[in-house]
């Protein structure tokens, strides 16, 4: 999800910068010259399908104009650096006109603005340069205000200077102070080391910023005009709400992608290192993972399809490389690559599906007390548009759950922390696992009735006892789930005070359909908000989310955090009750939430944890960084004391030990990166007090009496409206 970098942009804007202009750098195509026809079309078929397909849209008037316009700006120079009051002057001319210029396809706001980011960018580079020629003192009284939301734009190119002076003397003030602190240890390990001087730690550090300086600008020059005409797009389109955003071709490929779980290819993931590109980590099961022949740490030199001649790709841009590699299932690709030992070799491999393992479901078995208990993880509620043959959430789920009933659990955790959300038919097939067939979620579009999505199975898979984690980040269809399994009362919500409150439908619509065999090129896609959904008890879990049964202390816990603190969120609304009947499988549901509330309550991590939230939010305000190394050396120590305590969050052990299924411990036999994977994944689990608290939720419920169920269904025919 997005909360996470609207977190720190609001509260550490220094950080973002870097941060925001590197995840776009993953859209860069090769070099086409600029057709402005292109970018008129593509202005209408935005304007179209949103007025066409938007649930609320909005209208385009001035207030809409301001908003694109600070947008804007703030997505392409969050921290200031670039451009002036002059500049803004500038642009402040077309403040209120954006609106205007959208409708007649007039682009002299974004060219204005493009081009002279380009030319203060230029500009920069020369600044920074010249800085980093200079040594450093840190002994004046000098001190940065890192949230840029509370500065303005520079007044002239003289402050813009001494802004970039700044910017350079804390980043290099806060290696300098590292490096110390890894001389000073050395020399107490080591009492003949001779430690390192305050002037070759300050060169080291200006060498190392510039070094940053330099990456950055490099990634930032090879974006293409297109690129920083995709933001503006966005700084558009996000106007009617936060999920309503433009793919270009290349992203939208990488949305497909991140849903479905599969692409084709070879499976390894790689990184740039200058100019060079090197294997970071191969995909278990993938075709290079299968072929035993390359290595994490190989550099690829050149890439050949088939039988042609291979191409040479050092200095080419890993986006590039990465489409040269990637390919249909079937095909021959053949890699020139230098070895880790300084060996050249030639390898082969045919490119296949390759599934990414961290985007599907898993679970896991514990021991408590003698009893066993099962914990599934879902990431995401995965599934593959093209194909429903293919692999999907509710299978694997289904699945899982299989295995630990076979395993003998006697309750399930479904840990949906940081589900961001995915398929809608997912999320009602994975409902009907636990609940008879019956109402899951509601779905209204603007001018339509509602309608209600059912799960008419009326298998329940598993209807021993159940508990739901979710936490800040869980979202959309993690939410439809969590309230489906709250109304019904078929089980336990646990975990942050509510959930996100993500409670719109969007779907993704190709651009192309539009203007098919368009000599103008591919026009990607517009994810659009389309429907709003609701709980079946007719509430909305728009901006409220979903509210734990048992809430417990995290480290947002007093932090505005979520939907509720996006811009443009659409509004709360509730509709008419669905017609459900509640399943109420737990007899003694307040004597569960009552037993959990006073462990939690006298849990020492706990208290701990809820203490740290109250520190990050007595400090979201603390933004002005002294630049004299004294004080900053004694701001860190009151720092570093203040969270001393803190630190023993990380440190705690439930002392469960969390097992593979026998089915996966035969593939980890076959596999050592799995096995390392879960070997992770079970040593976090044994970390975590959350899911601690999970498995002593499940031991304390208690299933009511056959007659007490029918009893409670009777009662319940009768109250339903």
Same mark, same amino acid.
């Given at each position: 999800?997005?909360?996470?970098?609207?977190?720190?942009?609001?509260?550490?804007?220094?950080?973002?910068?870097?941060?925001?202009?590197?995840?776009?750098?993953?859209?860069?195509?090769?070099?086409?010259?600029?057709?402005?026809?292109?970018?008129?079309?593509?202005?209408?078929?935005?304007?179209?399908?949103?007025?066409?397909?938007?649930?609320?849209?909005?209208?385009?008037? &001035?207030?809409?104009?301001?908003?694109?316009?600070?947008?804007?700006?703030?997505?392409?120079? =969050?921290?200031?650096?670039?451009?002036?009051?002059?500049?803004?002057?500038?642009?402040?001319?077309?403040?209120?006109?954006?609106?205007?210029?959208?409708?007649?396809?007039?682009?002299?706001?974004?060219?204005?603005?493009?081009?002279?980011?380009?030319?203060?960018?230029?500009?920069?580079?020369?600044?920074?340069?010249?800085?980093?020629?200079?040594?450093?003192?840190?002994?004046?009284?000098?001190?940065?205000?890192?949230?840029?939301?509370?500065?303005?734009?520079?007044?002239?190119?003289?402050?813009?200077?001494?802004?970039?002076?700044?910017?350079?003397?804390?980043?290099?003030?806060?290696?300098?102070?590292?490096?110390?602190?890894?001389? &000073?240890?050395?020399?107490?390990?080591?009492?003949?080391?001779?430690?390192?001087?305050?002037?070759?730690?300050?060169?080291?550090?200006?060498?190392?910023?510039?070094?940053?300086?330099?990456?950055?600008?490099?990634?930032?020059?090879?974006?293409?005009?297109?690129?920083?005409?995709?933001?503006?797009?966005?700084?558009?389109?996000?106007?009617?709400?936060?999920?309503?955003?433009?793919?270009?071709?290349?992203?939208?490929?990488?949305?497909?992608?991140?849903?479905?779980?599969?692409?084709?290819?070879?499976?390894?993931?790689?990184?740039?290192?200058?100019?060079?590109?090197?294997?970071?980590?191969?995909?278990?099961?993938? =075709?290079?993972?299968?072929?035993?022949?390359?290595?994490?740490?190989?550099?690829?030199?050149?890439?050949?399809?088939?039988?042609?001649?291979?191409?040479?790709?050092?200095?080419?841009?890993?986006?590039?490389?990465?489409?040269?590699?990637?390919?249909?299932?079937?095909?021959?690709?053949?890699?020139?690559?230098?070895?880790?030992?300084?060996?050249?070799?030639?390898?082969?491999?045919?490119?296949?599906?390759?599934?990414?393992?961290?985007?599907?479901?898993?679970?896991?078995?514990?021991?408590?007390?003698?009893?066993?208990?099962?914990?599934?993880?879902?990431?995401?509620?995965?599934? &593959?548009?093209?194909?429903?043959?293919?692999?999907?959430?509710?299978?694997?789920?289904?699945?899982?759950?299989?295995?630990?009933?076979?395993?003998?659990?006697?309750?399930?955790?479904?840990?949906?922390?940081?589900?961001?959300?995915?398929?809608?038919?997912?999320?009602?097939?994975?409902?009907?696992?636990?609940?008879?067939?019956? =109402?899951?979620?509601?779905?209204?579009?603007?001018?339509?009735?509602?309608?209600?999505?059912?799960?008419?199975? =009326?298998?329940?898979?598993?209807?021993?006892?159940?508990?739901?984690?979710?936490?800040?980040?869980?979202?959309?269809?993690?939410?439809?789930?969590?309230?489906?399994?709250?109304?019904?009362?078929?089980?336990?919500?646990?975990?942050?005070?509510?959930?996100?409150?993500?409670?719109?439908?969007?779907?993704?619509?190709?651009?192309?359909?539009?203007?098919?065999?368009?000599?103008?090129?591919?026009?990607?896609?517009?994810?659009?908000?389309?429907?709003?959904?609701?709980?079946?008890?007719?509430?909305?879990?728009?901006?409220?989310?979903?509210?734990?049964?048992?809430?417990?202390?995290?480290?947002?816990?007093?932090?505005?955090?979520?939907?509720?603190?996006?811009?443009?969120?659409?509004?709360?609304?509730?509709?008419?009750?669905?017609?459900?009947?509640?399943?109420?499988?737990?007899?003694?549901?307040?004597?569960?939430?009552?037993?959990?509330?006073?462990?939690?309550?006298?849990?020492?991590?706990?208290?701990?944890?809820?203490?740290?939230?109250?520190?990050?939010?007595?400090?979201?305000?603390?933004?002005?960084?002294?630049?004299?190394?004294?004080?900053?050396?004694?701001?860190?120590?009151?720092?570093?004391?203040?969270?001393?305590?803190?630190?023993?969050?990380?440190?705690?052990?439930?002392?469960?030990?969390?097992?593979?299924?026998?089915?996966?411990?035969?593939?980890?036999?076959?596999?050592?990166?799995?096995?390392?994977?879960?070997?992770?994944?079970?040593?976090?689990?044994?970390?975590?007090?959350?899911?601690?608290?999970?498995?002593?939720?499940?031991?304390?419920?208690?299933?009511?009496?056959?007659?007490?169920?029918?009893?409670?269904?009777?009662?319940?025919?009768?109250?339903?409206?």
């Amino acid at each position: 999800m997005n909360a996470i970098l609207t977190f720190m942009k609001k509260n550490y804007k220094l950080m973002l910068v870097v941060v925001a202009i590197s995840a776009t750098l993953w859209s860069f195509r090769p070099k086409v010259q600029y057709d402005p026809e292109k970018d008129k079309m593509l202005l209408e078929l935005i304007e179209f399908v949103i007025e066409k397909g938007h649930y609320a849209p909005e209208k385009m008037d &001035d207030e809409f104009s301001k908003g694109v316009y600070n947008d804007f700006l703030d997505a392409i120079d =969050p921290s200031k650096r670039f451009f002036m009051e002059s500049d803004i002057k500038e642009f402040k001319v077309y403040e209120t006109k954006i609106d205007d210029l959208i409708k007649s396809r007039d682009l002299s706001f974004f060219n204005l603005v493009y081009e002279r980011l380009q030319k203060r960018m230029s500009e920069s580079k020369v600044v920074y340069k010249a800085l980093s020629d200079k040594s450093i003192s840190f002994s004046s009284d000098e001190s940065i205000n890192i949230d840029s939301d509370k500065n303005e734009f520079a007044k002239n190119y003289s402050e813009l200077k001494n802004r970039w002076r700044l910017q350079m003397k804390l980043s290099v003030l806060a290696s300098v102070v590292d490096k110390q602190k890894i001389e &000073d240890d050395k020399k107490a390990k080591d009492p003949n080391y001779s430690p390192k001087s305050f002037s070759q730690l300050e060169k080291e550090a200006r060498e190392s910023t510039l070094k940053s300086l330099n990456d950055y600008f490099e990634f930032v020059e090879e974006l293409e005009r297109d690129d920083w005409f995709e933001i503006f797009i966005n700084s558009i389109v996000t106007q009617y709400d936060p999920h309503t955003f433009y793919f270009a071709p290349e992203q939208k490929e990488r949305f497909d992608i991140s849903i479905s779980g599969k692409l084709e290819g070879i499976g390894a993931r790689l990184q740039k290192k200058g100019d060079f590109t090197e294997i970071s980590e191969l995909i278990s099961g993938g =075709p290079a993972w299968r072929n035993k022949e390359l290595e994490p740490g190989d550099v690829i030199l050149k890439v050949g399809q088939g039988s042609a001649d291979p191409v040479e790709v050092v200095g080419m841009r890993l986006d590039d490389v990465v489409k040269k590699i990637k390919g249909p299932k079937g095909t021959k690709v053949a890699l020139t690559v230098k070895k880790v030992d300084g060996s050249i070799k030639i390898i082969t491999i045919i490119r296949d599906i390759v599934e990414i393992e961290e985007t599907y479901a898993k679970s896991s078995v514990v021991n408590k007390n003698g009893v066993k208990y099962g914990v599934i993880y879902l990431p995401k509620f995965y599934i &593959d548009f093209e194909n429903d043959d293919n692999r999907d959430a509710a299978k694997d789920v289904a699945a899982e759950v299989e295995k630990l009933k076979k395993a003998g659990v006697k309750g399930i955790v479904m840990d949906l922390r940081d589900n961001g959300g995915g398929s809608l038919k997912t999320v009602v097939d994975i409902t009907g696992l636990f609940i008879k067939e019956g =109402p899951v979620v509601q779905i209204k579009s603007a001018s339509s009735k509602k309608e209600v999505l059912y799960d008419h199975n =009326p298998k329940v898979q598993w209807d021993g006892p159940l508990v739901v984690l979710i936490n800040n980040f869980s979202a959309s269809a993690s939410e439809i789930f969590a309230a489906a399994i709250q109304d019904y009362k078929r089980g336990v919500v646990i975990g942050s005070k509510q959930s996100y409150g993500k409670g719109t439908v969007q779907n993704v619509i190709d651009l192309n359909q539009f203007v098919r065999n368009s000599p103008l090129g591919d026009f990607g896609a517009l994810k659009t908000t389309t429907q709003k959904f609701y709980r079946i008890n007719g509430g909305s879990t728009q901006l409220e989310g979903v509210a734990s049964d048992i809430a417990m202390p995290d480290r947002y816990s007093y932090i505005k955090i979520g939907e509720r603190d996006e811009k443009n969120a659409i509004e709360w609304d509730r509709i008419d009750r669905a017609q459900y009947e509640e399943v109420r499988s737990i007899s003694n549901l307040e004597a569960v939430i009552f037993n959990s509330q006073k462990r939690i309550q006298a849990s020492e991590q706990f208290r701990l944890i809820d203490e740290n939230a109250k520190w990050i939010n007595s400090r979201k305000e603390n933004n002005v960084v002294s630049l004299n190394i004294d004080k900053f050396k004694h701001e860190q120590s009151d720092i570093e004391e203040a969270t001393k305590k803190f630190k023993a969050i990380t440190s705690y052990t439930n002392n469960m030990k969390f097992e593979s299924l026998p089915d996966e411990v035969a593939l980890i036999a076959k596999d050592s990166t799995l096995g390392l994977k879960r070997k992770d994944w079970h040593e976090s689990l044994s970390k975590d007090a959350y899911v601690d608290e999970a498995i002593n939720i499940l031991g304390d419920i208690k299933k009511p009496s056959t007659t007490t169920s029918k009893a409670v269904a009777v009662k319940s025919k009768v109250v339903k409206p």
